[in-house]
C-alpha cells in the first residue's frame, strides 16, 4: 500500500502478462462499510418513527400548505363580525412571512407569484388594517395587476370576495340549490361531480340562494385591483376564441338564464331544495364527522350556509362546525406560527409508518406495531356513505383520510391501510382477516369501466362537466388514476390475487394505455410523474408482471434520466402545467425513496443509479433520526392546491432503505452460496485427480 492507495493484482486477458490495477483505498472502506451504514441509518430512523408515534398507536403529521387558508380565516372572521384580533395578528404574521420579493405569494415553494393566493393574502391584510399605500401593499398590488387581477381569480376566490361585497354576485356563476333534487339517473346531479366538489357545492348553494353579504367600509373595498375598465366594464364568461355554438358557450347561455331566473320569485322547488341541502349537510357534520367532508374548504362553506340559514352562534350545530373547523389550526409556539391544515391525515400516515416499520425490518408483532394495528382496524367505516350511490356494493367497508370522515371513506386509504394490515401479527388473527377480506372486496368493487381505480367514486369521469361555470377548480372529476390503480394492484400481489383474473387484467391494460411516451407516468395525488412512475412500476412487480418488458423498463431508464447530480431526485408542481419539467426539481427526501423504490422493482439492486440514491438518503438523515424536506410533494387538486406531508420525509426513505438493505443481504447470501457451491466442486474435483 501506498499513500492510502491500495495495489491490486490482476490477471490480463492476454498472455501471462501482469498489470497492477490500483483502487483508492478509500473506495474499498467506503464499499466494505457501505452496508454497516445502511444498517444504522435504519436503525436510527425507526427509533425516530417510533418516538412520534402517539400513546394510543396511531401517527399524524402535518399538512402543510400555502397561505390561502390563513387568509380564508381571516376573511371569514370578518364576515362573521367576530374578529379574535390575536389570532388574525399572528395569521397576518403567517402571511407576511411568505411574500415572495416582487411582492406576490406562491402555492408551492420556489414557485411563481399565483393570481388567486396574492389577492387572497392583499385582501386578507387589507382587511386586518395594513393600507394599500404601504410598500408591502403596493409591490402586491403591481403583482396582482401584472398577473390579470381580480378578474383572473377563480369563481371560488370571486364567491369569497363576494360575501364580503368587494365583487358583484351576477358575475358569479349560479349554483341553484335545486340540483340536489336531480335524480341520480338525471345527466348531471350531485353525485356525478367528485366527493369534494359535492361537499363544497351543497353548502354554496345554500350561500348563493341568501347571498349573505357582508358590507365593507369603502376603504377595504378592492378598486386597486381590478385592471382599468374591468372593474365595471362589459362583461362576459365567454373566454377569449372561444364560439358561442360550443360546449363552453351552452353551458353559459344555461348560467345566463339562470342569472335571470335567480332574479324572478318563480322558483317552486327553491324552499323544498334548501331543506334538503340543510338536511344533507346535517347529517354529515354530525358525531361521526369530523366537520363536513372534514376538510377544510367544505368545512368553511359549511358554517357560512348554517348561518346564512340562521343558526345562531349559541347552537350546538354549528358551534360543533365551528370547534371541528378550529382543529384545523397549528399553534406553533416554538417558531410564533399559527398555520391552518386543509385536512387532518392520522389514517394514512398511521399506515404508511406501519408499512416503512415492518418492510425495514422491524419485529411485525412488536407491541407498538400491534397497537397501531387495533388503533385501524377499530377505524372501519361500516356505514353505506355518499360512494353507495355509484356503487352499490353490498358490504360497506373502507377507510378514511381524517380520524372521523364516516360518509367518505376512500380507496386510496383503504389500500394503504390493507398494505400495512398484512404485515402485522395481531392476536385476534380472525378478525384481522375478516376485516381485511371485507376491505379487499369493497376496494375491488369501486374499478371503473375502464380499469383503473379512483380516490372515492366509481366511474365519476364525464369529461363535458368540466366546462361547467363553476367547476374551473380543475377537480370537478374524479377520474380513475394511475398511481391508485398500481396501489390497488400491489396491494393484490401481496395479498395473493392471481395474475390472470379479469379485474386485475384490465388493471393492468390501464397502465398501459396511461403511460406516456417516454416511459413515465402523471401522478394525480403525488407530485408527480416521479410519484406516478414510482407506483406504477412497484404494483406491476407486486402483481407478477414481467420487468424485462421493453413498456417496463422504459420507465425505469425515463427514472435514472432524472436522477440529479447529487444522488438524489426532485420534481416541483411546476411540471403540471409545463410537462417539460417532469422529474426536475431540487432533491427531496420522499421523491428520492419513490424513484430508488421504482427502479428496484425492476430488480438489480446494484444499479449504480438505486446506490447513488440510497448514499444520498443515509448521508443526508439528521442526527435525531429524520430527514429535512422544504418543499410540497404532495398534490391536492393539480395546479390549483399542493401540500406537504410531514410523515412523507420519514416514512418513504425508511421504506425504501429497509427493502434495499433485505434485498442487498438476500442477494449476499446466494452469493455466498454459489461461491462455496463452486469451490467444493473444484475441490472434488480436484481430490479426485
Not at 34 to 43: A, H, L, M, N, R
Not at 531 to 546: C, K, N, S, V
Request: net charge neutral; with cysteine; charged share 25%.
Amino acid at each position: 500500500m501506498h499513500s492510502g492507495r491500495l495495489f491490486l493484482k490482476k490477471e490480463n486477458e492476454v498472455g501471462d502478462n501482469k498489470k497492477l490495477h490500483s483502487v483508492p483505498l478509500s473506495l474499498v472502506e467506503e464499499t466494505l462499510n457501505f452496508p454497516q451504514k445502511v444498517e444504522k441509518t435504519i436503525k436510527k430512523a425507526q427509533r425516530y418513527l417510533l418516538s412520534i408515534q402517539k400513546e394510543d398507536g396511531h401517527w399524524v403529521g402535518e399538512l402543510f400548505v400555502d397561505v390561502t387558508l390563513a387568509c380564508d380565516c381571516i376573511h371569514l372572521m370578518h364576515w362573521r363580525g367576530k374578529i379574535d384580533y390575536k389570532k388574525q395578528k399572528r395569521l397576518v404574521k403567517h402571511i407576511l412571512d411568505r411574500q415572495l420579493p416582487d411582492g406576490g405569494w406562491n402555492i408551492y415553494p420556489g414557485g411563481p407569484s399565483e393570481v388567486n393566493a396574492t389577492v387572497k393574502a392583499y385582501f386578507a391584510l387589507k382587511l386586518a388594517g395594513f393600507s394599500p399605500d404601504e410598500p408591502l401593499m403596493a409591490k402586491a398590488r403591481s403583482t396582482i395587476l401584472r398577473l390579470g387581477g381580480i378578474p383572473k381569480c377563480m369563481t371560488y376566490t370571486k364567491l369569497g370576495l363576494a360575501l364580503l361585497g368587494v365583487y358583484p354576485w351576477d358575475r358569479l356563476p349560479v349554483i341553484p340549490p335545486e340540483i340536489i333534487l336531480f335524480p341520480n339517473w338525471f345527466p348531471f346531479n350531485l353525485y356525478e361531480i367528485s366527493a369534494w366538489s359535492r361537499t363544497m357545492l351543497v353548502p354554496l348553494s345554500i350561500i348563493h340562494h341568501f347571498k349573505p353579504t357582508r358590507i365593507l367600509p369603502e376603504k377595504l373595498q378592492l378598486h386597486e385591483l381590478f385592471p382599468y375598465g374591468t372593474e365595471r366594464g362589459k362583461f362576459s364568461w365567454l373566454k377569449k376564441g372561444a364560439k358561442y355554438l360550443s360546449k363552453e358557450g351552452l353551458f353559459l347561455a344555461c348560467d345566463k338564464f339562470l342569472q335571470y331566473w335567480d332574479k324572478t320569485s318563480l322558483k317552486p322547488f327553491r324552499k323544498m331544495a334548501i331543506e334538503k341541502a340543510e338536511k344533507w349537510i346535517l347529517e354529515r357534520i354530525a358525531a361521526g364527522s369530523d366537520g363536513l367532508g372534514a376538510i377544510f374548504p367544505a368545512m368553511h362553506y359549511a358554517i357560512m350556509a348554517l348561518i346564512a340559514l340562521g343558526y345562531t352562534e349559541d347552537n350546538p350545530i354549528l358551534k360543533k362546525a365551528i370547534t371541528d373547523f378550529e382543529s384545523l389550526e397549528v399553534d406553533d409556539q416554538k417558531n410564533d406560527d399559527l398555520r391552518i391544515q386543509p385536512c387532518l391525515s392520522p389514517l394514512w400516515d398511521t399506515a404508511i409508518g406501519l408499512v416503512a416499520l415492518a418492510e425495514s425490518g422491524y419485529e411485525r408483532n412488536a407491541p407498538q406495531l400491534k397497537k397501531a394495528a387495533h388503533w385501524i382496524i377499530n377505524r372501519e367505516i361500516r356505514i353505506k356513505g355518499d360512494w353507495y350511490v355509484r356503487n352499490p356494493h353490498p358490504e360497506a367497508s373502507g377507510w378514511a383520510f381524517e380520524y372521523n370522515n364516516m360518509y367518505y371513506p376512500d380507496v386510496d386509504d383503504t389500500l394503504m391501510v390493507l398494505l400495512a394490515l398484512r404485515l402485522i401479527d395481531i392476536d385476534d388473527k380472525i378478525k384481522k382477516e375478516e376485516v381485511m377480506q371485507r376491505a379487499l372486496r369493497w376496494v375491488i368493487s369501486f374499478q371503473c369501466e375502464n380499469g383503473g381505480w379512483a380516490a372515492f367514486d366509481k366511474n365519476v369521469y364525464k369529461k363535458w362537466l368540466e366546462d361547467i361555470p363553476f367547476a374551473d377548480h380543475n377537480a370537478i372529476l374524479d377520474p380513475p388514476c394511475s398511481d391508485i390503480t398500481a396501489r390497488a394492484l400491489e396491494l393484490f400481489g401481496k395479498m395473493g390475487i392471481r395474475k390472470n383474473e379479469k379485474f386485475v387484467q384490465k388493471a393492468i391494460r390501464y397502465l398501459k394505455e396511461t403511460q406516456e411516451s417516454d416511459g413515465s407516468w402523471m401522478g394525480r395525488w403525488g407530485v408527480n410523474y416521479i410519484y406516478g412512475t414510482w407506483q406504477a412500476l412497484r404494483g406491476l412487480q407486486a402483481i407478477g408482471e414481467d420487468m424485462n418488458q421493453e413498456w417496463i423498463l422504459r420507465a425505469r431508464d425515463w427514472l435514472e434520466s432524472c436522477q440529479n447530480e447529487d444522488g438524489g431526485w426532485g420534481e416541483t408542481p411546476a411540471s403540471y402545467d409545463n410537462p417539460q419539467l417532469k422529474g426536475k426539481g431540487p432533491s427531496t427526501a420522499s421523491q428520492t425513496a419513490w424513484a430508488i423504490s421504482g427502479i428496484m422493482a425492476c430488480g438489480d439492486i446494484f444499479r449504480p443509479s438505486i446506490t447513488r440514491g440510497i448514499k444520498y438518503l443515509c448521508e443526508r438523515q439528521l442526527s435525531d433520526g429524520s430527514w429535512a424536506e422544504e418543499f410540497l410533494t404532495g398534490t391536492g387538486f393539480p395546479g390549483v392546491f399542493y401540500l406537504k406531508y410531514d410523515m412523507y420525509r420519514n416514512a418513504w426513505p425508511l421504506l425504501v432503505i429497509g427493502e434495499y438493505y433485505r434485498q442487498y443481504q438476500q442477494a449476499k447470501e446466494r452469493a455466498t452460496y454459489w461461491v462455496d457451491a463452486t469451490l467444493g466442486c473444484m475441490e472434488k474435483r480436484l481430490s479426485a485427480v
